[in-house]
């Protein structure tokens, strides 16, 4: 694979996060029953199509470059197959190859009490085991959900995701997903609950339970993504536990945008406690071991660059992905991003990354709705 054609792949990956791609209902049910397809366990991106209906959730572009799809009906660029090859086209002219992502070998498993195991976990890009404990979150039962998310009406379909997870479950499939894919890294979430105390609780439990199930000695080689509980001295517990990547994810920046698109993070957590949290948990790993992310495209990009440098100067490695309309969200189709700023905000990213001495999460066959990996090794 020569620089030339991994540069064309994540020029690709970039023109796609920011423009999605249009359905194409014909070539996604030829290959239905080999690729991995949209989950539904915490977003919905693609607009106009049933969710019913398998669709991929990522392609692998030339070079492993992985890349989230988003089916939006105005999109300029289609995926098509000619002649037994996979292509992507920008108005009908091709720019690229692509493939499709087989589903992972662990779905054809059912856990001990008959749960299907796809119902319980994915994995997000090449191989990194994803789940959430919770597809759900609480604050839209207070009516204040985070502006972007549309978690709610997502996880509403037939054969939906199951809702909660118990750790004895994700347990199971942690072993399966280990002894028949390649995992080399996991991502936990747990959705949002009105109690940080118990979501946190939650995921030590996870934790606990999965621990000897993965391939790592006992750590856990990924990202751990909640919010932090009321009392900092429990988040001793992620260190003592080798959580190697814990992340309290901030989205916006700064508190007067928080407080405005994540409302009930905002009331029941706190803009500053969450700083605070990220804080001591960097008194306990050093610096450039914890993460926080937040969403490209939803806050003026000045903003965003603040809070990334903030992040930074603070031992906390930042990230973003790109921002997508999400279906049903409060924001849906209102934002629309732009080359220029996405460009320009992680050429940003990667200078703190040098300067500090980071490196961006996971990498380009992993993260698949982000472009820190491909800024940060000179593809863009």
């Not at 991994?6 to 023109?15: C, G, P």
């Not at 609950?193 to 939650?202: A, G, I, P, V």
């Amino acid at each position: 694979m020569s620089e030339f054609d991994k540069k064309n792949s994540a020029r690709t990956k970039l023109d796609l996060l920011v423009c999605g791609i249009q359905d194409n209902a014909a070539l996604f049910n030829k290959f239905c029953s080999y690729f991995k397809e949209e989950h539904y366990a915490y977003d919905n991106g693609n607009w106009g199509v049933d969710k019913d209906r398998l669709v991929p959730s990522e392609i692998m572009l030339p070079g492993d470059i992985v890349c989230k799809l988003h089916i939006r009906p105005d999109s300029k660029y289609e995926l098509f197959e000619d002649n037994g090859t996979l292509l992507i086209t920008k108005n009908k002219k091709e720019i690229s190859e692509f493939s499709f992502i087989q589903k992972p070998k662990f779905w054809q498993f059912e856990t001990s009490s008959g749960i299907p195991m796809k119902s319980l976990a994915q994995m997000y890009g090449k191989n990194c085991l994803n789940f959430n404990i919770y597809s759900g979150c609480e604050f839209h039962s207070k009516h204040l959900p985070c502006h972007f998310c549309s978690v709610s009406s997502t996880v509403k379909r037939t054969n939906p995701v199951k809702i909660k997870k118990s750790p004895s479950e994700l347990a199971e499939v942690c072993q399966a997903a280990s002894k028949n894919d390649t995992v080399d890294y996991i991502i936990i979430t747990g959705g949002s609950y009105l109690d940080s105390d118990k979501e946190f609780m939650t995921h030590l439990n996870v934790i606990d339970a999965i621990k000897s199930c993965l391939p790592w000695n006992g750590d856990i080689k990924g990202n751990i993504s909640m919010m932090p509980p009321k009392d900092f001295n429990l988040l001793k517990c992620l260190y003592d536990r080798r959580v190697s990547n814990p992340s309290f994810n901030m989205e916006v920046w700064p508190q007067e945008n928080f407080d405005r698109i994540c409302p009930g993070k905002s009331k029941y957590v706190g803009f500053s406690h969450i700083i605070d949290s990220l804080k001591f948990l960097v008194s306990l790993y050093g610096s450039g071991a914890v993460w926080s992310n937040f969403v490209a495209g939803l806050t003026p990009l000045e903003c965003l660059k603040d809070g990334f440098l903030f992040m930074a100067e603070n031992g906390i490695v930042p990230g973003a992905n790109i921002y997508h309309p999400e279906v049903s969200s409060l924001i849906e189709n209102s934002i629309k991003v732009s080359h220029d700023y996405v460009c320009r905000l992680y050429s940003f990213a990667a200078e703190l990354y040098v300067k500090y001495n980071y490196k961006p999460y996971f990498n380009e066959s992993i993260l698949r709705n982000s472009l820190a990996n491909e800024f940060y090794h000179g593809l863009l």
